[in-house]
């Protein structure tokens, strides 16, 4: 979280002309409140079991249309077992990496749209983020330039 995945998603999304979509703006927009609504009435159990749904939604729309797609996946999304594997079998997938402090330099002081925000959270997905197929510093980079970089290599996808 706070890695611009969204940023750069939509910046990835304009230039290589395919459809964006956000997936924390997905849970919301599906479940009609805001995910630390959902996280206080249904735990994180509850609202990882919704993310996995509406990956499979956003996957199922992507097979019946034949579109590639941007998306931009939720902070701990990788962390769901079957979302994982689908994912970095099925997919590209990249890893904007920063430092928890740059991180934390971008997300602000306002965390309360961030529940799970925490260091020992970032630390315990680590090794999980590293398991993407591609991974991108972003570090001192706008969002325009790590879009960029990404469509580099996502010619050959």
Do not use: W
Not at 39 to 66: H, K, N, P, W, Y
Not at 109 to 124: V, W
Request: with cysteine; charged share 25%.
């Amino acid at each position: 979280m706070g890695s611009g995945k969204s940023s750069v998603g939509r910046k990835l999304s304009a230039l290589l002309g395919f459809p964006f979509i956000d997936l924390d703006e997905y849970v919301e927009h599906k479940k009609g409140c805001s995910i630390p609504d959902i996280i206080s009435a249904e735990g994180e159990e509850g609202f990882r079991a919704l993310e996995a749904e509406c990956v499979r939604d956003v996957i199922i729309m992507r097979q019946l249309t034949g579109e590639n797609l941007v998306l931009a996946l939720g902070g701990g999304t990788l962390c769901i077992g079957a979302v994982r594997d689908f994912i970095l079998n099925n997919t590209s997938c990249v890893y904007l990496k920063a430092s928890f402090d740059a991180i934390r330099e971008r997300v602000g002081e306002d965390l309360s749209s961030r529940p799970l925000f925490s260091e020992e959270l970032y630390q315990k997905r680590l090794s999980v983020y590293e398991m993407a197929e591609h991974i991108v510093d972003t570090e001192g980079k706008t969002a325009d330039t790590v879009a960029e970089e990404i469509k580099l290599f996502s010619v050959s996808l």
